[in-house]
């Protein structure tokens, strides 16, 4: 049948939930807060106009069905082809899925059929990351605690360093350990691990999780317990992003423990300072 209007529309948003438990006993219950904000919201008409919502929709369809002129051009029955465009803001954020956090992206189109139900068909859209990264680098060490809280702390020094470099995702990332066995305790080995943290904010509340992406050990006989560098490497994944959206943040943080016996081990815990390179 003719077609009297054909347009598309793109959406995307950020939105975020966050439970919180409240009460107790049998007024225990759980609130759930949440956030949304629009990153694109727009669209195209490729042929005809759009219709005025609802009522402009059943007044169309009111004069189609008694045969009454429509002011709108109509486009007779073949097959047709448009092309389109649209561009994301500069500071759009890359499709993400978290456990309280997502980005979605979507395009709907629609092909107005005066008399009739319209056609419709939606796709999401996977918006990506740019593929190379700079990591700033930093230092950082582990000390022996005095007092009380020392009296099971294992006597090392530990230093990690990440140096300032850039990267693409699944490449390794360099990093350098220093360790002083001044206790003469036995180290069994360093265990590092790659995390990815998802932080989400809705109404006040904050929900934060992490899910080790990347792990490594080095086993004794490989270290040097007197603060002689030794350099490793960690893999980073193949699906790599960060995040920095008003109410999720999806970042990276290293953590190193050296694994000592008879002794609360040593860790160093540190947040990646990484951007994008566009």
């Known amino acids: 049948g003719p077609v009297s209007g054909v347009w598309w529309d793109v959406a995307g948003a ?16 759980t609130v759930t807060y949440r956030e949304r904000r629009p990153v694109v919201d727009g669209g195209l008409v490729v042929f ?6 609802f009522f402009g929709l059943v007044w169309e369809g009111m004069r189609a069905f008694v045969g009454l002129h429509t002011d709108n051009p109509i486009l007779r029955a073949g097959e047709y082809a448009y092309d ?22 979507e395009i709907n189109a629609r092909v107005d059929i005066p008399g009739a139900f319209d056609l419709t068909t939606g796709a ?10 700079y990591v ?4 950082d060490e582990h000390r022996p605690k005095t007092g009380l809280a020392g009296i099971f702390t294992a006597e090392v020094e530990m230093q990690v360093e990440v140096p300032p470099g850039r990267f693409r995702p699944g490449e390794n990332l ?27 904010r809705a109404r006040g ?22 603060g002689t560098p030794v350099a490793a490497a960690i893999p980073t994944p193949d699906r790599f992003l960060v995040l920095n959206g008003r109410y999720c943040q999806v970042y990276w943080e290293l953590r190193v ?22």
Do not use: M
């Open 14 to 29: 950020e939105t975020t939930h966050v439970s919180v438990r409240k009460g107790s006993g049998k007024n225990s219950h």
């Open 257 to 278: 423990e050296l694994d000592v016996a008879w002794g609360f081990d040593a860790v160093v815990i540190e947040p990646l300072g990484v951007r994008i390179e566009r």
């Open 136 to 139: 700033e680098g930093f230092l």
């Open 124 to 133: 999401v859209l996977n918006v990506l990351c740019p593929s190379q990264f």
């Open 48 to 53: 005809g106009q759009r219709k005025s919502g």
């Open 84 to 105: 389109f465009e649209f561009t994301l803001p500069d500071d759009a954020p890359p499709t993400w899925k978290g456990n309280n956090s997502e980005v979605r992206y």
């Open 205 to 226: 509340h904050l929900a934060s999780t992490t899910k080790t992406e990347s792990t490594l050990r080095i086993p004794e006989d490989r270290l040097a317990l007197d």
């Open 174 to 200: 360099p990093f350098t350990v220093r360790v002083k066995n001044l206790g003469g305790k036995r180290v069994r080995g360093l265990n590092i691990t790659l995390g990815r943290r998802e932080a989400a």
